[in-house]
């Protein structure tokens, strides 16, 4: 397992931009399933961003994940943002099994962060 810790949400206008860090402790994510999610109030968590898989369809072309070099933290580089991509965010992680796929459904995840907020006005 590993300790995972978001940070880099804030209050931003829309069209701006904003880069969330996720560190990672315990472990590095060099075996892992890793990526983000997002949530709004009333609404199930959303998977946005994992590793070496994608992006859901409403931030591709606009969010680009990333990791450092050893593996400790993850990005989140959010552009042209909108008000609709406001929720709070969250890194996630998973011990990636030989061979399986990294999923974007929450329940596949076992390792949270706080989350951070992004709002976006």
């Known amino acids: 397992h590993v300790q995972l810790v978001e940070s880099g949400g804030d209050s931003v206008q829309a069209g701006g931009s904003l880069r969330l860090s996720c560190v990672a402790s315990?472990?590095?994510?060099?075996?892992?399933?890793a990526g983000w999610f997002r949530q709004v109030p009333g609404k199930e968590r959303e998977g946005v961003a994992i590793?070496?898989?994608g992006y859901t369809d409403s931030v591709l072309g606009r969010f680009i994940v990333s990791q450092d070099s050893d593996r400790t933290t993850m990005y989140l580089r959010m552009n042209r943002l909108k008000p609709e991509d406001t929720a709070k965010y969250y890194c996630?992680?998973?011990?990636?099994?030989?061979?399986?796929?990294?999923?974007?459904?929450?329940?596949?995840?076992?390792?949270w962060g706080q989350g951070t907020q992004v709002t976006v006005s």
């Open positions: 315990g472990d590095n994510l060099r075996n892992y399933c």
């Open positions: 590793m070496h898989t």
């Open positions: 996630a992680a998973v011990p990636r099994a030989p061979g399986s796929r990294c999923t974007f459904l929450a329940g596949d995840y076992k390792d």
